[in-house]
């Protein structure tokens, strides 16, 4: 004679089966073909005759290379737009963002990454990361960095500040295409 099963445990086998058929069926119709779907968008009932779908919002057109800023793989840093480009080794943009110059400036040249520090606490106290250090002005590191708040800085003060600045996206991009001995053309 066969043991019986207690109704109890035919209704939560059931329903354990029944949920997990339930669960199967939605992945596979989220993840599956939609034949209902038209795949060319209609018309609204609201849609004047002569309007024309949109077009996507198109970015902020970026600032051109400025001219004379060398040649090869580079890191352009405009003073005057302050603005960098990252240059590949075939004079493409590779990325171009706004930055924030500290109160002492480098001149106008061609220099490398000569030191790269992954965080530490800036002279303006603001704990940065992706410290890359080129040139030096009257005893002032200028250095590329980025708060790692991901905020801009503060007014300084009236302190000699040689940080230029990004947020922290740009500066983790500018982290990974400027290895030690990268040249940063700096231009007016």
């Known amino acids: 004679m066969a043991a019986r099963l207690p109704s109890w445990a035919w209704v939560t086998g059931l329903t354990a089966g029944a949920t997990a058929a339930v669960i199967a069926l939605a992945v596979q119709a989220d993840h599956g073909p939609h034949p209902t779907a038209s795949s060319t968008p ?23 290379l400025p001219a004379g800023s060398g040649t090869g793989r580079r890191i352009v840093y405009s003073l005057g737009e302050k603005r960098v480009w990252l240059v590949d080794a075939g004079g493409k943009v590779a990325r171009s963002f706004p930055v924030w110059p500290g109160t002492v400036a480098p001149r106008p040249g061609s220099y490398s990454i000569t ?72 231009v007016s």
């Open 42 to 64: 209609r018309p609204s009932a609201t849609a004047s005759a002569g309007a024309h779908p949109s077009a996507k919002p198109k970015a902020p057109a970026v600032p051109a």
């Open 115 to 186: 030191l790269r520090t992954q965080s530490l606490t800036g002279s303006d106290g603001i704990a940065v990361e992706h410290i890359m250090y080129f040139n030096k002005v009257s005893g002032v590191s200028i250095a590329f960095s980025n708060a790692l708040d991901g905020a801009s800085p503060p007014p300084t003060n009236g302190k000699k500040l040689g940080a230029v600045r990004l947020n922290k996206q740009n500066g983790s991009a500018l982290w990974d295409f400027g290895a030690k001995g990268t040249t940063v053309a700096v």
